[in-house]
């Protein structure tokens, strides 16, 4: 039982290159969500889906990008990577109705 | 759009002692309520949540929470901490007629000394 799977969980990137992280739950939650947790302020919802085909900017979505097209998988897409972007990036998912989110592991990206 | 504050960014305290952790919101419907804790290296985890009934909540691991509706708080309790309750703990508010997104608070780290 797998629940939320993110890869990679550690990157480092140069200003300017364009990567993917990836998350994808096996539980077939219809929400999912990603959040980017920086110290001292908590976890900020960037973009979440409620649904395949269906996607949603949250908080602070400048400078990212995602795609529902399946259930199972919520790929978050940086275009042109900046040093404000190096943070921790979690991936949750829920059932609609229950609200409690289940997280992944996380992801820790470096903008160098 | 919702808030929410946590008053204690760090918190440093000796096994057997009691921890009480503040949480305030601004919203003023109908909310659900959580404490998610972050154990070092692991991701967040449900410690206990509220959506409606008794206001007093009890949740894993001997953690307890008072939901004052009229203080718009969320207060997290544990009458007796354990070195293996080192961990960042954070508050999450859920306004139920506006988009149910959750919003978190900052997120207070809490280091217990053996």
């Known amino acids: 039982n797998a629940g939320v799977t993110q890869t990679p969980k550690f990157r480092i990137l140069k200003i300017g290159q364009s990567m993917t992280l990836q998350c994808a739950q096996d539980?077939?939650?219809?929400?999912m969500y990603w959040y980017r947790q920086d110290p001292g302020m908590g976890l900020k919802l960037i973009y979440y889906?409620?649904?395949?085909?269906?996607?949603d900017k949250g908080e602070v979505p400048n400078g990212y990008n995602v795609s529902r097209s399946t259930t199972e998988d919520f790929p978050l897409r940086l275009e042109l990577a900046a040093p404000s972007q190096t943070s921790v990036y979690f991936c949750?998912?829920?059932?609609?109705?229950?609200?409690?989110?289940?997280f992944g592991a996380g992801s820790r990206l470096t903008v160098l | 759009a919702q808030s929410v504050s946590q008053h204690n960014h760090h918190v440093i305290l000796s096994e057997a002692a009691s921890l009480e952790l503040g949480c305030n919101y601004s919203?003023?419907?109908?909310?659900?309520l959580f404490w998610y804790v972050q154990y070092p290296g692991q991701h967040l985890q449900l410690l206990l949540k509220?959506?409606?009934?008794?206001?007093l909540v009890k949740g894993i691991k001997g953690f307890e929470a008072e939901f004052i509706k009229s203080k718009f708080s969320f207060n997290l309790r544990k009458p007796s901490v354990q070195w293996s309750d080192t961990a960042e703990y954070f508050c999450?508010?859920?306004?139920?007629?506006?988009?149910?997104?959750?919003?978190f608070g900052g997120g207070t780290r809490v280091l217990v000394k053996p």
């Open positions: 949750a998912s829920r059932v609609p109705g229950a609200n409690v989110l289940t």
């Open positions: 999450a508010v859920n306004a139920v007629t506006a988009g149910n997104k959750l919003t």
């Open positions: 539980m077939n939650h219809n929400y």
């Open positions: 509220y959506f409606s009934g008794d206001p």
């Open positions: 889906s409620v649904g395949a085909g269906i996607t």
């Open positions: 919203y003023g419907g109908t909310v659900n």
